[in-house]
């Protein structure tokens, strides 16, 4: 069992920067590939990004360079930087923790952030 627990979001003009924080905890947490996910009004929830433990990075394409996820597995804990931040970001955000050999059997969600980018 893993638990998150996020934290971060919150408004911005566009523009802005957000830092979004997923501290995880589980004796087994810090296997688990992490990601982002997010879900905006009506829309389906998409990946943002994903780490492995070795630091591998997964990006959607829609990213463009504008984030950045880290892990510090001292802490079990996964960022994702948000920058130049556009209307079309605002979403909630979810954490999420995949086991990497059995992703359908034990996949974990946070309770998702709130992040709102309007001027």
């Known amino acids: 069992q893993v638990q998150l627990v996020e934290s971060g979001g919150g408004s911005v003009q566009p523009g802005g920067s957000l830092r979004l924080s997923c501290a995880a905890s589980g004796s087994s947490a810090r296997i688990y590939i992490m990601g982002w996910y997010r879900q905006a009004p009506g829309k389906q929830r998409e990946l943002v990004a994903s780490?492995?433990?070795?630091?591998?990075?997964n990006y959607a394409k829609f990213v463009k360079g504008r984030f950045t996820i880290s892990r510090d597995s001292a802490k079990n804990t996964v960022y994702l930087q948000l920058n130049s931040l556009k209307p079309e970001d605002t979403a909630v955000y979810y954490c999420?923790?995949?086991?990497?050999?059995?992703?359908?059997?034990?996949?974990?969600w946070g309770q998702g952030t709130q992040v709102t980018v309007s001027s």
């Open positions: 999420n923790a995949a086991h990497p050999v059995l992703p359908e059997r034990y996949t974990y």
């Open positions: 780490i492995r433990t070795g630091g591998i990075t």
